[in-house]
C-alpha cells in the first residue's frame, strides 16, 4: 500500500492535445447501417436521427462514419423509404 | 457608499462589482431579484459582463462551464429546486477546475411545495467539491462575493455564497456598497490558466483511467483544504481594506460560556442578542456561527471552544434517518471528545427561530435535558 499525499505536485488538471474525435468510439458495434443507394431518396432523416451525429451529408446518398457508429439501428427505425438495413459485423 | 438593500440586491451589486464576464441565470422564488437587478444593470449598460437568460438551472451552469472555460469570470444564483436541478453540473465545474461563483438562496425542498428558508438544499451539495459560506448579513453576501471570487479563483475551485431565504434575501438593511476602484483593488482580474483557444487547441475533462482520476480528486481535496488559509486570508486583507471582515468561524462570548449556541446564516445574529439577554441574567452563554462549511473549519472550530463548554447545534437543515447536517459534522470535526454536544432541528420550511425560542434552546441544553444521540425536533410553543 502507497499514500498519495496531499502535495502541489499533484496534477490540478489533465490537458490533452488530442480533439477527442481521436477517440474512435465505433468497435463495439454489433450490425452495421448499410444504405441502399438505389432506394435512398437522399431526404435526411437518418442524419437527423442519428444520436452519433456520424451520419455524413453527400449530395445525395449520406455516408456513415463507422469509426463512431454504434450500430443502434435508430437510422433503419426512421428511415421512411425503408432502404437502411442492418447487417451483423463479423465476430471478432 | 452606504444603500439600503435587500440581500438578493446586496449579492447583485457584488456580481457586478467583481467585473463578471458571464452571468447566467434563470429566476426562481426567494433569487429572484438577484437576477432581476443584474439583467437591469445590464440593460442599462451599468453590468457590463454578458447576462444571459437561461432556459433552466441545469443550463444556466452549463453555460457558465463553458464561459469559465474560455477564461470568464462567471456568475449565477439559484435557489432549492434550481439548484438540485444544477447538481450533475456542479460536479462538472468543481472537476473541472473552474472558479464560478453562485449566490444560494436557501429555501425548503418540495414535496410539499414551501417557498421559505431551509439550508438542506445547499447542504445536500455537500460532496459537490464547492466551497460554502454560510452569511449572516446582507453586508457579509456582498464582501462574501469579492472575497469568494479571489479564494476560488487562487484555489481553482468553484464557490457558494449562501444566505437564508426571505430572512436575509429580502430583508433590507443598510449596507456599505464599495467603490468599483475600492473593489478593483481587493479583486485583481482573473487570470486563467489552460483555457480553451481555437489559436492554440486543447482538450479538457476527456476520458481519464482510475490511476489519474485518484490523483486528481486528491488534488481537489489538497486544494480544498489549502482554502481554509486563502479564506483566513481573504477575510484579512479585507478588514484592513474595508475595515471589516469575516473569518472561518463566528465566536461571540464563548471564552468562558458554559454552553454555546452553534448556528449558521441569519440564525447567528439572532443568537448573539440571545446570548446577550441571558448573560444579562448571570447565564454563561455563548455562540458559534460557522461561516465556512466547505472546507470544514475543524480546527479554527476547536481553537475557538472552550475545553468543557457544551454545545447546543441549532440546524434548519435534516438527514432523514441520521440528523442535523451541522450537527454531524461538528461532532465529527470534534471526535473524539467527550463534550456534550446536542442537536436541535428547528424552523424546517421557514419556521422562525426567535431570540426567545433560541433562548429555550440553550437553557434545554444547559441543564443537560438533550440526548446526545438522539437529536431533538423543536418548535416554538408561543
Redesign the interface.
Known sequence: MRR?E???A???????????SE?RTGDWRSQRPVIDAARCTGCLICWKYCPEACVTRTDKVPVILMDYCKGCAICAAECPRDCVAMQPEEAA | MKKVLMGNHAAALGAALARVDVAAAYPITPQTQSVELLAELAAKGDFKGRFVLADSEHSAMSILLGAASVGARTFTSTSSHGLAYMHELLHWVAG??LPVVMVEVNRALAAPWNLWTDQTDSLSQRDTGWMQFYCATSQEVLDTVLQAYRVAERV?LPAMVVLDGFTLSHTYEPVDVPSQAAADAFLPPYQPP?ILDPAR????G???MPK?Y???R??I???M?RALGEIAAAGRDFQTQFGRGCGLVEDYRCEDAATILVTAGAVGSTAQEAVDSLRAEGLRAGCLRLRVFRPFPTQALRACLPPRARLAVVDRSYSPGASGIFFQEIKAALYPSRREIAGYVAGLGGGDITVEFLRDIWRDADAGRAVADDPAWVEDAR
Open positions: 498519495v496531499a502535495t502541489d499533484l496534477p490540478v488538471q489533465l490537458v490533452g492535445d488530442q480533439p477527442t477517440n | 473541472a477546475r481553482r489552460d487547441p486543447i482538450s479538457l476527456g476520458l481519464t489519474e485518484f490523483r486528481l486528491r488534488r481535496d489538497h486544494d483544504r
